[in-house]
C-alpha cells in the first residue's frame, strides 16, 4: 500500500473552504486507499507563537473537524505533530543539510514574515519548511496531498531527500506533491485573486466549516463578482465567478461547462444562491460532528494520542536509520 501524509496548521477557529477542498476531502478518500498519516501541525504553528490556550483549543478543534469530516482513526493515523518528537529531533538534521539561499527562497516565508516585518519573525518561521521536509520524510510518504501554495515545500523536501540519499546513503524516499488541479487554490472571496488563508484572509473572504449557515450565505451573496453579469469562467477577467465555479463544482460534481451553460442569462443572484447551498449542505454535518466531538475533550485526546503512537512506530524506524547513517552513536 503507498504511503500518504499529510499536515493542516491549527492557526484559527475553523478550517475554511481552501482547507477542505485542497487537502482534508482528498485525506477522507486516500484513507481508504492508502496507508495515510494526518497530523495537526502545532510544531508550525508555534512560528508565531500563539497563546497557550488558544493552541490547545485550536488543536482540539482541527482534530476534531478532521474527524468530523470523515477521517477514521481505524484507518489513518490521526495525531498532533509534537507527540511523535521525531519530527523535530529529523528537522535539525536537515536543517544542517540545507543552505540559507536555499531556505532564502521559500516564497511563503516572504509572504508570511511580511506582516511582522522580516527581522522580527521568527527563525521558525524561516525554518518551518525544513520542518514539514522532516514532516514528510521520516514516513517515508510516496504522496503528499496539498494545496498548490504547498509546491515549493515538496520541492524543498524531495531536494532534501535526494541531498541526504546522496551524501549518506539510500534513507528516504523522495515523495512527489499530491495536488488536485481543479482546487488547487480556493480563493479568497472579497479578494479573489489571493488565496483563501486562514491567517491573511479577512473574515468576509473566508468561509469557515464551522460558520453558521447564514452567515456562509450572507458572505457568498456579498463576494466579489466581475463586471458583466455572465456566469462564465475567465480566469483573468473574471476570478471571482471563476472562483465560485470553481467550488461549485468541486462541491456538486458537475463540470464547469455545465455550469455555465445552466446559468446562462441568469445573472449572479441565482447562481450565487446555488454555491451558497452547496456550501452549506457540505459545511453543516461537519460542523454537527465537530460539535459532538468537541463536547468530550477527554476522548478527543485520546483519540489523538493513539494516533500518535502508531505514526512514532514508523518514525523510530526511520529514525535509527538516519542516525547511524549521520555518525551518530547508538543510544542504547
Ligand atoms: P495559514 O494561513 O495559517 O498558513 P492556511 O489557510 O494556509 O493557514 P494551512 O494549515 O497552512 O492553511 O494548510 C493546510 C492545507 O490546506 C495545505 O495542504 C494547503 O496547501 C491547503 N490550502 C490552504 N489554503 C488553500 C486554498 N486557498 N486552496 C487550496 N488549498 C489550500
Ligand atoms: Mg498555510
Redesign the pocket.
Known sequence: LARVL?G??P?ADSF?L??Y???IRQYVALQDTHEAFFFI?DLHALTVAPKPDELRRRTRIAAAQLFGAGLDPERAAVFAQSHVREHSELAWYLICQTGMGEAGRMTQFKDKSARYGESSASVGLFTYPILQAADILIYQADQVP??V??KQHLELSRDLAQRFNSRYGQTFKVPSPYILKE?????DLQDPTA??????SSPQGILDVLEEPNVLRKKIMRAVTDTGSDVVADEENKPGVTNLLRILSALTGTPIPELETRFAGQGYGTFKKEVAEAVIETFSPIRERTEKLLADEAELDRMLVAGAARARKVARETMEQVRERLGLLPTS
Open positions: 499529510s493542516i496548521q492557526t475554511h481552501g482547507n477542498l485542497g487537502a501541525a496539498v494545496g501554495d504547498q482546487v488547487e487554490k480556493i480563493t488565496k483563501m488563508s486562514k491567517s491573511s
